[in-house]
């Protein structure tokens, strides 16, 4: 989580629109408490068109090496009528070091309109803290991702994706 009254802002890129099913967005978390969010996304995919996710995370475990949480919400299409229900999610983080971890999620994506379910979307990436901070900027992270689509048929299962995590005070 986030933690209370803090802001998270995470921009992960698709470099150059390299990867035909990639996105870049721009994640943004804010603490209601220690372990409750609100969060959401704006995304640009490489078909020319845009998202938005709003939805609400909650953490269940918090310890030193292990954090697990779960999220519910919805994704919609900024140019087309059509809504995605992301439920449930499951996202973890496990500390290797003060300073790197694993973090990732599994994502059930449903159409809203038909109740299809598109199946899950995996992702587990490796992420470093540097060693910055600032009076408004706690830390800041970067790190390498292999993501995987629900939707994505393609013979490679995952796609890199680049981050850069910054938590805010």
Known sequence: ATGK?????????????????????AVMSYGLTN????????????????????GIFYQFLDTKLLDIATAVGIRRRLDQDWTHMFAPQVLYTVSLTEKLFVGGSFVNVINQKSETKFGTAVDVGVFYRLNYETKKIQNISIGM?????????????????????????
């Open 145 to 169: 991702s292999a993501f995987h689509p629900a939707t994505w048929e393609s013979d490679s299962y995952f796609l890199p994706t680049y981050s850069v995590n910054i938590k805010f005070k």
């Open 35 to 54: 372990r409750l969010d609100i969060h959401g996304y704006i995304s640009y995919h490489t078909g020319n068109y845009q998202t938005w996710y709003a």
């Open 5 to 25: 009254g803090k802001f998270q802002l995470d921009l992960t890129w698709n470099p150059f629109n390299r990867f035909d099913f990639g996105q870049t967005y």
